[in-house]
């Protein structure tokens, strides 16, 4: 059964091209505002636990802080090493100006 959806941000906290760390029952997501659209995916890099908050955005790609690595913030499929397996990603909602994703 699908998980209910839950609020993790405003869209005015997000401008195109940003992104944004939040917590949600102890886990951190990466809220990601690409041309208008937001994704939401888990902010720890599947190489080396490191945050990508703190990486860099550029278009729709997320580049690890760390060592480089890169990932698709609309899929979670990691494009470039050392990292070897993607992300997760959450179904994201707007509903007015509130960033809801799906969890369970």
């Not at 995916?41 to 190489?47: E, N």
């Not at 990486?55 to 790609?61: I, T, V």
Request: hydrophobic share 35%; aromatic share 6%; with cysteine.
């Amino acid at each position: 059964m699908p998980g209910s959806f839950r609020k993790v941000a405003n869209t005015c906290d997000i401008q195109p091209g940003k992104m944004k760390r939040v917590e949600l029952d102890r886990h951190l997501l990466l809220i990601a505002n690409v041309d208008g659209n937001y994704y939401a995916l888990d902010d720890t890099c599947t190489h080396e636990d490191a945050s990508l908050s703190t990486g860099s955005l550029q278009g729709d790609l997320i580049k690890c802080p760390l060592h480089g690595s890169r990932f698709n913030v609309r899929t979670g499929a990691v494009l470039e090493e050392p990292a070897e397996e993607n992300l997760r990603t959450y179904t994201v909602v707007i509903d007015g100006r509130d960033i809801l994703i799906q969890w369970s």
